[in-house]
């Protein structure tokens, strides 16, 4: 099944920026391909009917854009019926208070990590590099700054006129 047939067709899960018109692209966010994976794995290995449950895809849409990609390893999604999720540590912890399905991410965080370039959270030390950074040379910053003190004070020199 292809991303039209699923945010189109259906309309089940929209795009994140619909086509602008025919033969042009839709646009997808890792968050809503992550949802997309999540709803095939709902239809094809537990033959859920995904139609009844468009009130939680949109839920879980506005609660992942709310949410780090790092912050999303080591978690899974617990889907309580109709609209209630929770995400909790993979942990081997004690069971579930009330019935539940229980998603690890794990295995369609590292799909999108590696179709998306997204950061594996083992390469990080806790935040995204936005920029590149270089090394500074503390001491070029210090004549840099002198440099940049007296032409500010040249230039704020009143000049005489030469008659």
Known sequence: ???REW???RALIPADLPPKGKGSPAQFTWQTI???RVAVLLRDRF???LQPHQTLFAS????LQRTSFIALWGKSLILRGGSGWSLVEDADGPPLA???VVI???SHLEALSAGFSLPHPTQLSGQLELFVGRPIDVATIGVNAARAGKAREAASTPRRRLA
Request: no cysteine.
């Open 98 to 100: 009330e019935d539940a």
């Open 60 to 63: 879980l849409k506005a609660g």
């Open 1 to 3: 099944m292809t991303l």
């Open 47 to 49: 033959h859920f009917e």
């Open 7 to 9: 945010t189109s067709r």
């Open 34 to 36: 992550l949802l997309l």
């Open 104 to 106: 690890r991410l794990q």
